[in-house]
Every structure is written in structure tokens, then in C-alpha cells.
């Protein structure tokens, strides 16, 4: 989205009832309407995001560094092993099938971009719009719309490539590894009436299966193990964050909050990170008490954390750019 155009949307009780983009096209090639529409639904609740989102607002923190030159950044995930993060470019619309995604790689001391990792089009690999992901091993782990993909770190090739179609997936938003080695996805979903999302997918030794599909998800988005607790945490759509058991066949509250959710991990600590599009703000949870800890950051997407340096990774979607904060 360029610094000049933002999305007018119009809200009824009942929710979108329509929307008004202008954008010229030289603006940001293959940021269309229906990009601006889906980026901000599926990853912000409406009427939040058009009413306190303002991507000409600093962050009321300096960030201790900024990676640019990205499109479309959507996750972060920092790899302590070889000290990088890989960092997911959707490159346009977040539910088209255009195989023009991508993986870079940046280098964590010095927040620069190494190179790519995986780029869809290029040396067979296929990549449209990838947002979440997790790491295990050498492997990273990619939703992409509607398909789990598995890439090797070391050289960007495709390890496995798992279709959730047949279990109705239509907007895979973020991954996590399980307790149990499972990969774990949550599914949005879209604002139509063939798709409620409101899923968690697992899959393990290539065969995807529905973990949990309820309302009570209201159309899930950040997801991370919580080792120590044996549970899932959830960030979805809704007021509330949640957790969840395997096993268990609903989500349990944690603690309400401004809602439209997007990434979330838990530290070392036990304290915990989410960002919000409703209140544009990386939020801290510490001893049950979330408190906000950078505000004015206009489409804060899926964070990812150093645990060497003690740094947390904010992608800027709608600016194309990755900021890095320290946690206090």
C-alpha cells in the first residue's frame, strides 16, 4: 500500500458491506482492490483496522534496526542455529494462486538481506503467497493459501508439499510444531458464504487431518506451542486470546484484549507477544497483565523472536519492511 492511499471501508452491523481502494497501478504493482480488501480482512478485524490503522504514524518506539527492499513481508521466523531470519513476501494477492511468493533470507547482526531462499517460479519451486511459518531442524515449514509446503534452509528446496484442499482449506495463516512433532495450521478463512475457517489442521508424515474446527476459534491466525504449558496459544479474529489442548474439543480464554490479532510467541519467561491490527500495537503479556509495548504499527504481522539478542521482528505488510525492538 503506498504512504499516500489507504482502504475506505464501509461497516454495517452485519460486517463488510462494501469497500472504496484508489490506487494508482505504478503505485505498487499487483497491489489490487481485492488484495487491499483481503489483507486487511483476513489479518485485522475491519472495523478496527480502517479506524486506528495509520501508516504514516511512527512506531512510539524506535526500532533498533529496519530491513527494507521486502513486498509484501507477512512472517518472521529466526533461525538461532545459523543466526538468520527467513522472512515470507506474499508479492500481491493473498489468495491467488500466482506462484510469485517468496523466502529471503536476512542476516541477524547486521538486518540485511542475504539472499533468497525460495522463490516461486525458480528452479521448480511453487510459492504463491506464503504467510506463516516454523522451523524444525532444517526444515521450514510454510502455510501457503491452501497448502502446506516444506522447504531445507540450507539450500531452498522442496521437501514436501501437503494439499489441504479436500479438508477445506482456503486461507492457511500460520504454523507451529506441536508437542507431539505434528505441524499445526490455522485456517481464517474467507468472508464468503462457502468458507467459515475456523480451523486448526494438523499434519504429520504427510497426512493432513482437521485438529479442531469450531466457531468458538473465531477464525484463528497467530499460533505457537507453548512448551512449558503443554498448550497451544491462539491469536485470532476475536477479543480474546486463547489456548488450546489437543484433544480438547474447544479453545479456553486467556485474557480479552483490542482483538484482531495476527503473530504470537511465547518467551523463554513465559511472557508472551502479540500484535493487533485493531490498535496497531505489539503487545506484552506478563503475569496476566498485557500491556502495550510499541504502539503506531500499521499492519504488524506474524513477529518472530532472537533469542540470542533478545530482539522481536515486527513485519510491516503494508510497508514492505521488517522492524526489529527490544524486549525489555
Same mark, same amino acid.
Not at 510459492?127 to 510454510?142: E, F, I, R
Not at 486448526?200 to 493432513?208: C, D, G, N, T
Not at 533469542?307 to 521488517?322: K, M, Q, S
Given at each position: 500500500?503506498?504512504?499516500?492511499?489507504?482502504p475506505?471501508? @464501509?461497516?454495517?452491523?452485519?460486517?463488510l458491506?462494501?469497500?472504496?481502494?484508489?490506487?494508482?497501478?505504478?503505485? /505498487?504493482?499487483g497491489?489490487?482492490?481485492?488484495?487491499?480488501?483481503? @489483507?486487511?480482512?483476513?489479518?485485522?478485524?475491519?472495523?478496527?483496522?480502517?479506524? /486506528?490503522?495509520?501508516?504514516?504514524?511512527?512506531?512510539?518506539?524506535?526500532?533498533?534496526?529496519?530491513?527494507?527492499?521486502?513486498?509484501?513481508?507477512?512472517?518472521?521466523?529466526?533461525?538461532?542455529?545459523?543466526?538468520?531470519?527467513?522472512?515470507?513476501?506474499?508479492?500481491?494477492?493473498?489468495?491467488? /494462486?500466482?506462484?510469485?511468493g517468496?523466502?529471503?533470507v536476512?542476516d541477524?547482526?547486521?538486518?540485511?538481506?542475504?539472499?533468497?531462499?525460495?522463490?516461486g517460479?525458480?528452479?521448480?519451486?511453487?510459492?504463491?503467497?506464503?504467510?506463516? %511459518?516454523?522451523?524444525s531442524?532444517?526444515t521450514?515449514?510454510?502455510a501457503?493459501?491452501?497448502?502446506?509446503?516444506a522447504?531445507?534452509?540450507?539450500d531452498? /528446496?522442496?521437501?514436501?508439499?501437503?494439499?489441504l484442499?479436500?479438508? !477445506?482449506?482456503?486461507?492457511?495463516?500460520?504454523?507451529?510444531?506441536?508437542?507431539?512433532?505434528?505441524?499445526?495450521?490455522?485456517?481464517?478463512?474467507?468472508?464468503?458464504?462457502?468458507?467459515? !475457517?475456523s480451523?486448526?489442521?494438523?499434519?504429520?508424515?504427510?497426512?493432513?487431518?482437521?485438529?479442531?474446527?469450531?466457531?468458538?476459534?473465531?477464525?484463528?491466525?497467530?499460533?505457537?506451542?507453548?512448551?512449558?504449558?503443554?498448550?497451544?496459544?491462539?491469536a485470532?479474529? !476475536?477479543?480474546?486470546?486463547?489456548?488450546?489442548?489437543?484433544g480438547?474439543?474447544?479453545?479456553?480464554p486467556?485474557?480479552?484484549?483490542p482483538?484482531?490479532?495476527?503473530?504470537?510467541?511465547?518467551?523463554?519467561n513465559?511472557?508472551?507477544?502479540?500484535?493487533?491490527?485493531?490498535d496497531?500495537t505489539?503487545?506484552?503479556?506478563?503475569?496476566?497483565? %498485557?500491556?502495550?509495548? @510499541?504502539?503506531?504499527?500499521?499492519?504488524?504481522?506474524?513477529?518472530? @523472536?532472537?533469542?540470542?539478542?533478545?530482539?522481536?521482528?515486527?513485519?510491516?505488510?503494508?510497508?514492505?519492511?521488517?522492524?526489529y525492538?527490544?524486549?525489555?
Amino acid at each position: 500500500m503506498g504512504k499516500n492511499h489507504s482502504p475506505q471501508i @464501509v461497516l454495517s452491523p452485519h460486517g463488510l458491506e462494501r469497500y472504496d481502494y484508489h490506487m494508482p497501478n505504478s503505485a /505498487h504493482p499487483g497491489f489490487s482492490p481485492r488484495t487491499a480488501l483481503a @489483507v486487511i480482512f483476513m489479518t485485522a478485524w475491519l472495523a478496527a483496522c480502517s479506524s /486506528h490503522s495509520d501508516t504514516k504514524s511512527p512506531p512510539s518506539v524506535s526500532p533498533v534496526a529496519t530491513t527494507t527492499g521486502l513486498s509484501h513481508p507477512e512472517s518472521v521466523r529466526y533461525d538461532s542455529a545459523r543466526d538468520v531470519y527467513y522472512v515470507s513476501n506474499i508479492n500481491g494477492d493473498p489468495a491467488a /494462486h500466482d506462484g510469485n511468493g517468496s523466502i529471503v533470507v536476512v542476516d541477524a547482526d547486521s538486518y540485511r538481506i542475504l539472499r533468497p531462499l525460495v522463490q516461486g517460479g525458480v528452479n521448480g519451486a511453487r510459492l504463491s503467497a506464503p504467510k506463516g %511459518m516454523a522451523l524444525s531442524g532444517d526444515t521450514l515449514w510454510v502455510a501457503d493459501i491452501d497448502t502446506l509446503r516444506a522447504f531445507d534452509v540450507r539450500d531452498g /528446496h522442496t521437501l514436501e508439499t501437503v494439499s489441504l484442499t479436500r479438508l !477445506g482449506a482456503t486461507f492457511l495463516n500460520d504454523v507451529t510444531v506441536g508437542g507431539d512433532g505434528a505441524v499445526y495450521i490455522t485456517d481464517t478463512g474467507r468472508n464468503d458464504s462457502a468458507s467459515t !475457517g475456523s480451523a486448526i489442521f494438523r499434519v504429520h508424515a504427510r497426512l493432513p487431518r482437521v485438529a479442531l474446527a469450531t466457531p468458538e476459534l473465531s477464525a484463528p491466525n497467530g499460533i505457537t506451542w507453548d512448551a512449558q504449558g503443554q498448550r497451544f496459544l491462539l491469536a485470532p479474529g !476475536g477479543k480474546e486470546i486463547q489456548t488450546w489442548v489437543p484433544g480438547e474439543p474447544a479453545p479456553v480464554p486467556l485474557m480479552n484484549g483490542p482483538g484482531g490479532y495476527d503473530g504470537i510467541e511465547v518467551l523463554a519467561n513465559r511472557s508472551i507477544l502479540v500484535t493487533s491490527w485493531a490498535d496497531s500495537t505489539l503487545h506484552l503479556i506478563r503475569a496476566g497483565v %498485557m500491556s502495550p509495548l @510499541v504502539r503506531g504499527l500499521s499492519g504488524p504481522a506474524d513477529i518472530g @523472536v532472537d533469542t540470542r539478542r533478545n530482539i522481536v521482528a515486527v513485519p510491516r505488510l503494508l510497508l514492505d519492511r521488517v522492524e526489529y525492538f527490544r524486549i525489555p
